[in-house]
């Protein structure tokens, strides 16, 4: 399907993350590059060592050179991701008229939070999950019920069940924030799971909020099904982005879309979210999803090379560090626990070696003993870090 839209555009793309060297990346002003001193090498939080998709930067660039930098209108974003979702999922799901434009994707899932749950409500997250998932939610006073997935990094049916269960046990409304595919362990939820989930929630009245913002970054090979295609899951509403796949975090613009039995609820959001989103933004966001396929073909590629390239090294020289190669993210899930570095591998890959990866604490039950390491970078940095922790730990 991918390799489609790349012959559509004609166009062949070189690999995006070797094309900036670390003195360009440097420059950077971005969290991933200003949050640590000079002499460690970053790879942590989910931005990419990336130079824009070409038709993302034209359409900005067309915006400034126009002035065009007012208030966003229209549903070019939603018929744009309907084109991509049909194109590489064949969903026909996202139709224009439920779809919103909301800030971001975390801002859109507290929104959508709010739309189905109460103050004091449970929301059940399927933990470790990427950490935002249980600061947005208490910060809105919302209950985080834990439901850890399984060893295997799937989802534990009879552990969401009994979350499900606890959450909405009282008569409480309740809701099931989904992450899908998976951050941080890159697991890409199959359409019999996904289906079981519905079932559940719908046996026990869980409203599902899905994000899905790691959707376009699967890696060929692997099948995204986007929740709102499985059975049971009318009354679900999901949250889509280009900003993972085409780095575009600091153009905030991201998409809420509706099941048929949720198009009522989405039709409540105050008028005052449609505020939030940047109308260059939503014009990033609407070229990367109609034209930047050839440019995340190329991504993707590079994207497997890494994985690969880290499996290896970690075998040479960290083979205590267990990691399993997943096709849902661009991050890298690291079990440090045999290597006897405690609660915090990440703070002592930091200390002693200088190399900044996420903290696996973060990520609520199941995270300590593990670090993030972020793999959306060149094969030459991912060699320089693991060289870096290895020399660490030696
Ligand atoms: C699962 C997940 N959701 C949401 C976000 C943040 O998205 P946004 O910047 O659109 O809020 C990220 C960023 O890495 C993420 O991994």
């Not at 995006?16 to 969290?31: A, E, F, G, V, Y």
Request: proline share 7%; charged share 20%.
């Amino acid at each position: 399907m991918s390799a489609e839209l790349g012959q559509e555009t004609g166009a062949v793309e070189a690999n995006p993350l070797c094309r900036l060297s670390l003195d360009q990346l440097r420059r950077r002003t971005s969290m991933k590059w200003r949050t640590y001193p000079e002499d460690v090498l970053p790879l942590w939080v989910a931005e990419m060592d990336v130079p824009l998709a070409e038709p993302v930067a034209r359409a900005i660039t067309d915006a400034v050179a126009l002035g065009d930098t007012g208030y966003p209108a229209g549903t070019a974003y939603a018929e744009a991701l309907a084109e991509f979702a049909r194109k590489r999922w064949s969903w026909e799901g996202p139709t224009a008229e439920r779809t919103a434009i909301v800030p971001d994707v975390m801002l859109g899932v507290v929104e959508m939070l709010r739309l189905v749950t109460g103050p004091g409500d449970a929301v059940v997250v399927n933990c470790p999950v990427y950490p935002p998932f249980y600061q947005f939610v208490r910060h809105m006073d919302r209950r985080i019920v834990e439901a850890p997935l399984g060893p295997d990094h799937r989802i534990d049916l009879a552990a969401l069940r009994d979350a499900f269960a606890r959450a909405a046990g009282s008569g409480r409304r309740a809701a099931f924030l989904l992450c899908s595919p998976h951050n941080p362990t890159g697991t890409v939820h199959t359409r019999e799971e996904l289906t079981a989930v519905a079932a559940l929630a719908d046996r026990h009245g869980v409203r599902v909020v899905a994000d899905e913002i790691h959707a376009p970054v699967v890696a060929p090979g692997a099948a995204f099904v986007p929740y709102l295609s499985v059975p049971d899951a009318a009354s679900g509403l999901s949250l889509m982005s280009a900003s993972k796949a085409w780095n575009l975090a600091g153009l905030k613009a991201a998409l809420a879309v509706a099941g048929p039995a949720a198009a009522g609820d989405l039709a409540n959001l105050p008028e005052e979210v449609s505020h939030g989103p940047s109308h260059v933004g939503v014009l990033a966001h609407t070229a990367a999803l109609r034209d930047g396929g050839a440019w995340l073909d190329a991504l993707l590629a590079g994207l497997d090379d890494n994985r690969r390239l880290l499996a290896d090294l970690l075998a040479e020289q960290l083979p205590d560090i267990r990691y399993e190669p997943a096709p849902g993210t661009c991050l890298a899930w690291l079990d440090c626990r045999a290597l006897g570095l405690g609660d915090d591998p990440a703070a002592v890959f930091l200390e002693r070696g200088r190399v900044a990866l996420s903290s696996g604490t973060a990520f609520g039950t199941g995270g300590r003993g593990h670090a993030r390491l972020n793999l959306a970078t060149s094969p030459e940095l991912i060699t320089e870090a693991v060289r870096r922790m290895a020399a660490a730990v030696a």
